[in-house]
């Protein structure tokens, strides 16, 4: 299986400030098909996740664009360009190139 | 907008058997492959199973194959999970997701079904 290891495990943030969340594969997520399968999500306590990023760096629909998404291969970066406390939560990193896992999250609150 | 209502959690005793369901509504759900995925209380995500638009292929984790069944009614718009010789590691949120394995995403306003394994 293709392990997801994020980092850091907890992120204190300050309001406005820049943050980021790094997502490692233990093997390529770059797809025959030319594609790779990286996708960010969010969750807030007592939600559902909510999709942020498909294919590494497709923001979804709605998604504010200070979220942004980056990397390729085994390497990959979600980064929040000013934090809002909204943004407060866990995010997860998934491949769905070779089958489907999810990274271990990373949870971001306000300092 | 995406809207995917889970129901039919609760307590079992271990060796016992649960149905989820899952309500969609929002998109055309007769094309889209559709998973579970758990969560385990304070734990990070785990996919269990899918199945792809017309019901004729299924997948599943290790963890739970030859014990649980994926089908769906397309005419209902709904997804479910048949459960059976649960055990303890299986307690967990249950949530339903469209998509297979490159476009998964959760709906809007679920909050999942929780199952709970003990004696």
């Known amino acids: 299986d293709v392990v997801m290891t994020q980092s850091p495990l907890s992120l204190p943030v300050t309001l406005g400030q820049p943050a980021s969340i790094s997502c490692r594969s233990s093997?390529?997520?770059?797809?025959?098909?030319?594609?790779?399968?990286l996708i960010w999500f969010h969750q807030r306590p007592g939600q559902s996740p909510r999709r942020l990023i498909y294919?590494?760096?497709n923001r979804d629909s709605g998604v504010p664009d200070r979220f942004s998404g980056s990397g390729s291969g085994t390497d990959f970066t979600l980064q929040i360009s000013r934090v809002e406390a909204d943004d407060v939560g866990v995010y997860y990193c998934?491949?769905?190139?070779?089958?489907?896992?999810f990274g271990g999250g990373t949870k971001v609150e306000i300092k | 907008e995406v809207q995917l209502v889970e129901s039919g959690g609760g307590l079992v005793q271990p060796g016992g058997s649960l149905r989820l369901s899952c309500a969609a509504s929002g998109f055309t759900f007769s094309g889209f492959y559709m998973t579970w995925v758990r969560q385990s209380p304070g734990k990070g995500l785990e996919w269990v199973a899918n199945i792809n638009q017309d019901g004729s292929e299924e997948y599943y984790a290790d963890s739970v194959k030859g014990r649980f069944t994926i089908s769906r009614d397309n005419a209902k718009n709904s997804l479910y999970l048949q459960m059976n010789s649960l055990r303890a590691e299986d307690t967990a949120l249950y949530y339903c997701a469209r998509g297979g394995t490159m476009d998964l995403c959760f709906g809007e306003g679920g909050q999942g079904t929780l199952v709970t394994v003990s004696a």
């Open positions: 998934m491949q769905g190139t070779h089958w489907v896992t």
């Open positions: 093997q390529s997520l770059e797809h025959r098909d030319g594609n790779t399968y």
């Open positions: 294919k590494v760096s």
